[in-house]
């Protein structure tokens, strides 16, 4: 399909480049280093400012709490079948270092002061993509070529933000495409105290700012996200839930003067159905405005751990950036992969220039010249986000044919895995023949054209991938 020949084609230049530049003082390296980084898993960076809730916001997508490990640039963490961990000197070559879990985060061994470190952690997040959490201090540039796409965090988006966006998006060359970005307003529950009402009005605020023509611009999505709760929610556990229970069962006039402040919530003579201790512990693990939240749930219905557990995770605004995070970077692995790649393959046959270096970037600017994939992510984001807006089962069928539910051919197709070759060539041909006729339709704005001239083209790709019907 349209990703497989991308990769396909990004390894053959690679490969190509590595002989030409085999022993080359600088790019030898550098080219064995992304072919080793093209095989493994996508790499994706969790950056932004201190006390923006990244390393909180790993520990909720991994659903555990690993980080933080202590002072490193780059923490990258990757699955495995035991916890093991690796320090990486700026000079010399990584050592494996004891690892020991707390309630804080892991805690590594020796030599504080390297700048990174990869921990091993059994996770079924990790086995296909590797999360690295960002020091405060990193700039764009040291964040940006290390990873395949990037969580930028953030309060709200500020005009540091945009610079950061902006240094992700060149000018020619792969870089131009801006599809390894999604910024993360990660303050959610600063909107109404953390209320139900409050988070959903900081989601439509995200949503409103992902229709902006600028930040459109410059990354795939805008999602308003609380990382405490979010983490809060995926390890809930009993005691904490029979705690807000108990809260919860007071009456109103009771238990809510203790909740308009952390020192009333925490003070000695406060809320005598739950200790001191439980509550300082729900604070830390909650937040005020998540236990308000969750006080809130338990009150309408939310009965269980479970329960709980599942209504503060959609509330929280997670639920909404896992499924971004699935649709525009795991599932377009392979095109985010070919992208750093060919990102680091450009910059060297411009700047190491060498007899057959031009005939390689000649069929680099040639292979980005038909990258479709990069167009279908763009667009799948556009449709997303409501920045180009289609009839409504128009729409989804369009996401569907761009690879909004998978990058298969059964998945774009939305037939079942048994459908034969004659199925698929069915209905592959009555998709192009329909979305030829919206791309030249009067009825449609000239965006809309535009959009359904990309479906069409996904259409011929599926035609073109030499399933031939029998004859």
């Known amino acids: 399909m349209i990703s497989d020949e991308l990769e396909r084609r990004t390894h053959d230049l ?56 202590g002072q490193a640039d780059f923490v990258t963490y990757r699955d ?96 131009a495409y801006p599809v390894h970005a999604l910024v993360v307003q990660s303050r959610a529950d600063t909107h109404g105290d953390g209320l139900p009402d409050g988070l959903l009005e900081a989601r439509r605020a995200a949503r409103r700012r992902r229709r902006e023509p600028l930040i459109a611009s410059l990354c795939q999505d805008v999602v308003a996200v609380s990382p405490l709760i979010g983490h809060a929610a995926r390890t809930l556990r009993d005691d904490e839930f029979l705690a807000l229970a108990a809260i919860a069962a007071l009456p109103r006039a009771d238990a809510d003067p203790h909740l308009l402040s952390t020192d009333r919530f925490t003070a000695a003579g406060a809320l005598p159905v739950v200790d001191p201790r439980t509550r300082i512990e729900l604070l830390r693990r909650f937040g005020l405005g998540g236990i308000r939240l969750a006080l809130a749930l338990v009150r309408t219905g939310a009965g269980t751990t479970a329960a709980l557990g599942e209504r503060l995770h959609e509330y929280s605004g997670l639920k909404d950036l ?16 070919a992208r750093s790649a060919l990102i680091v393959l450009d910059h060297l046959l411009r700047t190491e220039r060498l007899p057959a270096s031009a005939q390689l970037l000649a069929e680099l600017e040639l292979l980005l010249a038909g990258a479709h994939d990069f167009t279908e992510m763009r667009l799948l984001s556009a449709l997303r986000s409501g920045r180009v807006a289609l009839p409504a089962e128009t729409a989804r069928e369009a996401q569907r044919l761009l690879g909004g539910a998978g990058t298969s051919l059964g998945e774009r197709l939305g037939l079942p895995t048994e459908a034969t070759v004659d199925d698929i060539w069915a209905v592959a041909e009555d998709s192009a023949e329909r979305w030829s006729r919206e791309a030249g339709s009067g009825e449609r704005t000239p ?25």
């Open 80 to 175: 495995g079948t035991q916890p093991r961990a690796w320090r990486h000197p700026e000079h010399g070559r990584p050592y494996e270092v004891p690892v020991a879990r707390t309630a804080d985060g892991l805690r590594l061994g020796l030599d504080a002061a390297a700048p990174r470190a990869v921990v091993q952690w059994p996770s079924r997040v990790l086995r296909r993509t590797e999360l690295i959490d960002t020091g405060p201090s990193l700039t764009p540039a040291r964040i940006l070529p290390e990873t395949d796409a990037v969580l930028l965090l953030t309060p709200r988006i500020a005009e540091p933000d945009l610079d950061f966006l902006r240094a992700g998006r060149g000018l020619r060359g792969p870089a």
């Open 447 to 471: 965006a809309q054209r535009r959009a359904a001239a990309v479906v069409l083209r996904s259409c011929e790709a599926i035609l073109a991938d030499g399933t031939v019907p029998a004859s």
């Open 14 to 69: 690679l490969m190509r480049a590595a002989q030409v530049y085999r022993g080359h003082p600088h790019a030898d390296p550098r080219l064995r280093h992304t072919v080793e980084r093209f095989t493994g898993p996508l790499r994706l960076a969790v950056a932004g400012a201190a006390r923006t809730g990244k390393s909180t916001l790993v520990n909720a997508l991994v659903g555990e709490t690993v980080a933080p490990v």
């Open 322 to 337: 896992q499924t971004s995070i699935a649709e525009l970077f795991v599932a377009r692995r392979a095109a985010l992969k």
